[in-house]
């Protein structure tokens, strides 16, 4: 990065944001793998307000091979049998 570059809510990002010592592991809540997660970057980038540039960065850490929320087991089971319990459209 050259120069500051601030998070979506004005906040200075530094390296050590973006390296993260503890890594999330559990599963991706779009494919049921078991994964540990990356660290993604889904800011805009460089961009110019008035005389001032200015670099947004918005990171998450989300699962490699969706790109989805990685979640401990116990909250995916949770998750899974909500999505079971949906009862068929009755009509009218």
Do not use: F, H, W
């Not at 850490?61 to 116990?74: L, N, R, Y």
Request: hydrophobic share 25%; aromatic share 8%; charged share 35%.
């Amino acid at each position: 990065m050259n120069g500051p570059a601030y998070d979506s809510y004005g906040e200075e990002v530094t390296r050590s944001d973006i390296e993260y010592d503890e890594r999330l592991r559990g599963i991706c809540t779009e494919c049921g793998e078991e994964v540990t997660a990356v660290t993604v970057d889904y800011g805009i980038g460089v961009y110019e307000y008035g005389s001032a540039r200015e670099v947004d960065v918005k990171l998450a850490q989300v699962s490699p091979c969706c790109e989805a929320d990685v979640v401990d087991e116990d909250e995916y089971e949770e998750k899974v049998d909500q999505s079971n319990d949906v009862e068929p459209d009755q009509g009218s």
